[in-house]
């Protein structure tokens, strides 16, 4: 596997992901602490992460070109027609409960930050740190950049209902995941404080 042992970072695109916590990150990637996956367009604030992750093919059509120019880690969809027409890596999708443990296929879970969680246990990681997974509204904002223009009302309760599910089955596999998202609604894993995991998983890795 790819990243068979490792830490993976994601990083979504909630309100309440802020510059500082990308820093955060890069400098533990930089200094070796393990991996990281962008979602969407918070590939803007981690350039350096080692893949971009977006689901939808409306996003790659409207992005792909900016995204290309900045991003020169590994681009992963999985809509085939994007992953064809564009030059992207694929990885199939179904609409089953919880994780997909089916080599080479993912489960939907109706957003990319579920289905890069999927991806990242395919890969052989064993601890999942998430971030910018508010999973909520802050006012009238989902994201902490300004909507996309495709854009329509994210069904949280129900992404929720799949998170629950994958965490129960990540949890029986042995798959550590800790949320670090700043505020959030996702309450199936346990909170943790970025700075203090980053060191965490240094001086882990170091040992």
Not at 160 to 179: E, S, T, Y
Not at 190 to 207: C, F, I, N, Y
């Amino acid at each position: 596997m790819k990243w068979d042992g490792q830490t993976a970072v994601i990083i979504a695109s909630g309100p309440s992901l802020t510059i500082e916590d990308c820093a955060t990150v890069q400098r533990w990637h930089e200094a070796g602490g393990g991996r990281v996956i962008a979602i969407n367009m918070s590939y803007q604030r981690a350039p350096w992460a080692d893949v971009l992750y977006a689901c939808d093919g409306r996003w790659w059509s409207g992005n792909v070109t900016a995204a290309k120019k900045v991003f020169h880690g590994e681009h992963w969809t999985q809509d085939e027609k994007a992953a064809n027409g564009y030059g992207l890596n694929y990885i199939k999708s179904d609409r089953g409960e919880g994780l997909n443990r089916k080599p080479g296929v993912i489960n939907q879970g109706l957003n990319s930050g579920f289905q890069a969680i999927n991806l990242a246990y395919h890969w052989g990681v064993r601890r999942i740190v998430l971030l910018g997974y508010d999973m909520s509204h802050e006012g009238k904002r989902t994201h902490w950049h300004p909507p996309h223009q495709h854009d329509v009302q994210t069904p949280f309760d129900r992404c929720i209902k799949h998170f629950q599910a994958i965490a129960r089955d990540l949890a029986n596999d042995g798959v550590v995941v800790v949320n670090c998202t700043r505020r959030t609604a996702l309450k199936c894993w346990p909170m943790g404080d970025l700075s203090a995991e980053m060191g965490r998983v240094t001086k882990m890795a170091a040992d």
